[in-house]
């Protein structure tokens, strides 16, 4: 998968692999060389190496990494909050009332989220189809302020922090996926888990696991 305009920074030699809903596009416009660079995209770690093999093999790689059911979370306010659009293929989130029935859809038919890439697992952006990490470093959302200074300090630029963009409200307990619905984020996204490092908190309420 490779979008127009992907993130390679040549002035860098950097490439970013932008998964969504993890800080990536506040990234991507920090490490522009002007304002009127213009990238975009989620473009896959394999679709650079296909793409651009010679900046692949000798520029830095890198993506950020979030814990699955929080980008599924932020994932689904988003598409919610933004108007219908082809690009997004959010159509179908806005006919569902709440978190709740959507939830109910997919675990119907979780085939639709392979249509949706704010929703497609993480594993998808950053591995090949053995499941080996293509890129060279993996940093965490969670602590992304402290780790933009380090990825600042590798690229050899000055920091400067992270612009706020494309922020999802922050969840309330209100908010809180129930067992059922938080079992099931995980146990879809199992292999996120690995590839990030993330502890997998499996709750008998599962339904994968009735």
Known sequence: MVYPNPQIYHHLKAIFVH?????????ERSLRESPRQNVGGHTTALGYRRKFPTEF??????AVVRDPVSRF????RYLRKMPIHPALNNSKIHERDTLAEWMETVRADPNLLDDIVHFLPQRRFVCD??????????FRFESITSQWKTICGILNQPF???P??????????????PDWMHGWITEFYADDYRV??????RDSASPARR
Do not use: C, Q
């Not at 979370?73 to 689904?76: D, G, K, N, T």
């Not at 706020?164 to 996926?177: F, K, L, Q």
């Not at 990030?196 to 908190?201: A, D, E, F, K, V």
């Open 19 to 27: 998964i969504p809903k993890t800080a990536g596009t506040a990234i």
């Open 57 to 62: 093999a000798t520029y830095f790689k890198f």
């Open 73 to 76: 979370l932020s994932a689904w």
């Open 129 to 138: 189809s053995e499941g080996r990490v293509l890129v060279d470093h993996l």
């Open 160 to 162: 400067r922090p992270l």
């Open 164 to 177: 706020r963009v494309n922020e999802s409200a922050p969840m309330t307990i209100i908010d809180a996926p």
């Open 196 to 201: 990030g490092g993330y502890p997998i908190l």
